[in-house]
C-alpha cells in the first residue's frame, strides 16, 4: 500500500502549495473544497448577505475608511461562535492546512481570520498588498474561491505581481474558479482583482504568527 499516486493525506495534497509558497512567493491548490463544500458555502452567504450581514469592506485598521475607487467588495467577518456547521467544516479544513504549514515551514502560525467577500458585478480592488504597516502578524494570504462554472470571459482575475531577481515584474492572472485556494505571502506580494461581468465570491483570510504587532 505505498502507492504514491494514491497517497491523499494532507502532505501529498499541500506539498506543491508549501512548494510554491516558497520558491515562488504562491501557491494553487485546486479542489480545497468540493463542488458540493463550494456550493454549500455559496449558499450560505448570499443567505447571510440577503440577512444584511454584510458591510462595505474598509481600507486601512487605523484610519477605516470605505474607498470605492480602490475596493468594491463586501464582506462578513466569519465567527466561531455562530459558524454554522459547513463554516465550521472550513474552518477546521484551513486548521488543518496551517498545521502542515507549521509542521513544514517553521513560519510559527498561531491564528487565523477568515470574511466572505461578495464583489457586486463590476467591482475590483486596486493593486495593494494585505499586511498593514501597523501590524505584521499577517504572514499568509488565503483565498478560496466559491463561484460555480466560472468561465474566462467572466473577468474577475487575481493579478499576483511577482518581483524578478532582475528588478523586472512577472504577472500571474488566477481566475477565481470554485474550490480553489490561493496563499502567497501577505506581506510580500503585491496583488489586485479586476472586475467581472458577473458576482465573484470567496472566502479570504490571514494566517496570523502571534507577539508584538510590529
Ligand atoms: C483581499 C484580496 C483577492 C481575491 O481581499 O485582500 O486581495 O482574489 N482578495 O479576492
Ligand atoms: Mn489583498
Given at each position: 500500500m505505498n502507492d504514491q499516486s494514491n497517497d491523499l493525506s494532507p502532505e501529498s495534497i499541500y506539498e506543491p502549495v508549501i512548494d510554491?509558497?516558497?520558491?515562488?512567493?504562491?501557491?494553487?491548490l485546486?479542489n480545497?473544497?468540493?463542488?458540493?463544500?463550494?456550493?454549500?458555502?455559496?449558499?450560505?452567504?448570499?443567505?447571510?448577505?440577503?440577512?444584511?450581514?454584510?458591510?462595505?469592506?474598509?481600507?486601512?485598521?487605523?484610519?477605516?475608511?470605505?474607498?470605492?475607487?480602490?475596493?468594491?467588495?463586501?464582506?462578513?467577518?466569519?465567527?466561531?461562535?455562530?459558524?454554522?456547521?459547513?463554516?465550521?467544516?472550513?474552518?477546521?479544513?484551513?486548521?488543518q492546512f496551517?498545521q502542515y504549514v507549521?509542521q513544514t515551514?517553521?513560519?510559527?502560525?498561531?491564528?487565523?481570520?477568515?470574511?466572505?467577500?461578495?464583489?457586486?458585478?463590476?467591482?475590483?480592488?486596486?493593486?495593494?498588498?494585505?499586511?498593514?504597516?501597523?501590524?505584521?502578524?499577517?504572514?499568509?494570504?488565503?483565498?478560496?474561491?466559491?463561484?460555480?462554472?466560472?468561465?474566462?470571459?467572466?473577468?474577475?482575475?487575481?493579478?499576483?505581481?511577482?518581483?524578478?531577481?532582475?528588478?523586472?515584474?512577472?504577472?500571474?492572472?488566477?481566475?477565481?474558479?470554485?474550490?480553489?485556494?490561493?496563499?502567497?505571502?501577505?506581506?510580500?506580494?503585491?496583488?489586485?482583482?479586476?472586475?467581472?461581468?458577473?458576482?465573484?465570491?470567496?472566502?479570504?483570510?490571514?494566517?496570523?504568527?502571534?507577539?508584538?504587532?510590529?
Open positions: 510554491g509558497i516558497l520558491t515562488e512567493g504562491y501557491g494553487i485546486d480545497f473544497l468540493s463542488p458540493a463544500e463550494v456550493a454549500t458555502l455559496a449558499t450560505r452567504l448570499h443567505a447571510r448577505r440577503e440577512a444584511g450581514q454584510f458591510r462595505p469592506a474598509a481600507i486601512g485598521n487605523q484610519q477605516v475608511t470605505v474607498e470605492k475607487a480602490i475596493r468594491g467588495d463586501e464582506i462578513l467577518w466569519l465567527d466561531e461562535a455562530t459558524a454554522a456547521p459547513e463554516e465550521q467544516a472550513f474552518l477546521q479544513r484551513i486548521g496551517v507549521n515551514c517553521y513560519l510559527g502560525l498561531r491564528d487565523y481570520e477568515f470574511h466572505y467577500a461578495c464583489y457586486p458585478t463590476g467591482t475590483f480592488y486596486k493593486r495593494h498588498l494585505d499586511r498593514f504597516r501597523s501590524d505584521s502578524r499577517r504572514k499568509l494570504s488565503v483565498i478560496c474561491y466559491l463561484n460555480t462554472d466560472w468561465q474566462e470571459s467572466d473577468g474577475g482575475q487575481l493579478a499576483l505581481y511577482l518581483p524578478d531577481a532582475d528588478g523586472s515584474e512577472r504577472q500571474v492572472m488566477a481566475l477565481p474558479l470554485g474550490g480553489r485556494l490561493v496563499c502567497f505571502d501577505s506581506g510580500q506580494l503585491e496583488h489586485e482583482v479586476f472586475p467581472a461581468t458577473r458576482e465573484r465570491l470567496s472566502l479570504t483570510g490571514w494566517l496570523k504568527t502571534g507577539g508584538p504587532l510590529i
